[in-house]
């Protein structure tokens, strides 16, 4: 869309670009084959599927985070264990509907993270991040002495519970995977609307320089509150649908660093931090590397490894910001430019 600056100037605000249209387009295309993909694909299908969702939700969520907020976790993992032990608790324990205890579950988190954010928020730089790994530790930890939800071995979901989402494992199989993808939508369509809105201005301008924005009347500490709280709901909703489609949760599993931090961490960083665009390719190419490797063992882990250290050597901006910085192009026009 195309707003008019008065007559008197010889150029105008324009938001959408050539690309931004073809990019919509596909998009569109893309949704298509998505939401008909259970008729003409495969169960396995299905289940990259699910994977490739959450794991593009959690990396939009934590590139809100550190690429326009500044905040630099690696204790996400506490949250999407939250999410996951909540919904368990709460369709196991008390007969909470499954799909009303995923939402609960995501509330359930944000509250849990208001009384994280008091203590990490104290500490600032890598501080900060060690400060939420060492939280989400302590929650691991803890739920590991909790004996009612299986100690450090863990628990399943009840069977009760399971046959009263669907008595078909297919139809429950669908379930799953049409609350992952509407999540997944969720989330790149709720950050791009932020994104484009008075909260992303400030944003942005926190991400170019907090000095800068404070000096423009930005409240930086309330907006970036306001990202932590955001992202832990988005978090803990992941979790609970992880959780729901493996059936069974431990401590370890919960709240690994390496599953989910690390690359969460890897994906943003490939594919470019601070752009929606970003997390997309690089989910993309973190699943194309994985299946191609995954065979090598530990190889696998020393390849990323040195992927991920070449890029931000030689292309800090990730794959998708040495594209848009090459050719100008931008599939989500959040910002503006003049014409």
């Not at 289940?47 to 939700?57: I, S």
């Not at 995923?102 to 203590?119: D, E, K």
């Not at 930005?218 to 992941?238: D, E, H, I, R």
């Not at 690994?256 to 190419?285: C, K, Q, R, Y």
């Amino acid at each position: 869309m195309t707003s008019k600056i008065p007559e008197s100037l010889p150029f105008s605000i324009v938001r959408s670009t050539f690309a931004s249209k073809v990019a919509f387009l596909g998009f569109i295309v893309v949704f298509i084959a998505a939401v008909t993909l259970p008729w003409w694909g495969g169960r396995a299908d299905m289940r990259l599927v699910v994977e490739f969702c959450y794991y593009l939700a959690l990396a939009q969520l934590w590139n809100l985070l550190a690429g326009y907020g500044g905040l630099v976790s690696i204790g996400q993992q506490a949250f999407i264990g939250l999410g996951g032990y909540a919904f368990f608790m709460m369709a196991a324990f008390f007969d909470v509907p499954p799909l009303l205890a995923i939402f609960l579950s995501g509330v359930v988190t944000m509250l849990f993270a208001i009384p994280t954010a008091f203590l990490v928020f104290r500490l600032s730089g890598a501080y900060f991040a060690i400060g939420t790994w060492v939280v989400a530790e302590v929650y691991r930890l803890s739920f590991a002495q909790v004996s009612t939800l299986g100690g450090g071995s863990g628990m399943s979901l009840p069977i009760s519970v399971v046959k009263s989402i669907s008595a078909s494992k297919l139809e429950r199989e669908i379930l799953i995977y049409f609350l992952a993808l509407l999540l997944a939508m969720g989330v790149v369509t709720a950050l791009y609307v932020l994104l484009r809105s008075s909260w992303g201005l400030a944003l942005t301008a926190i991400r170019d320089s907090e000095a800068a924005a404070e000096s423009l009347g930005v409240k930086k500490q309330m907006t970036k509150y306001a990202v932590y709280l955001f992202a832990a709901f988005g978090t803990g909703l992941c979790g609970a649908i992880i959780f729901l489609n493996k059936l069974r949760i431990s401590p370890d599993s919960a709240f690994s660093v390496s599953d989910w931090t690390a690359n969460i961490i890897f994906i943003v960083v490939i594919g470019g931090i601070g752009t929606l665009e970003g997390p997309i390719i690089g989910t993309l190419v973190f699943f194309i590397l994985r299946g191609v490797l995954a065979d090598f063992g530990a190889w696998y882990m020393i390849f990323l490894g040195i992927v991920a250290v070449v890029v931000m050597l030689k292309a800090p901006q990730g794959v998708w910001g040495l594209v848009a910085k090459r050719y100008g192009i931008q599939l989500f026009p959040v910002g503006r430019k003049l014409m």
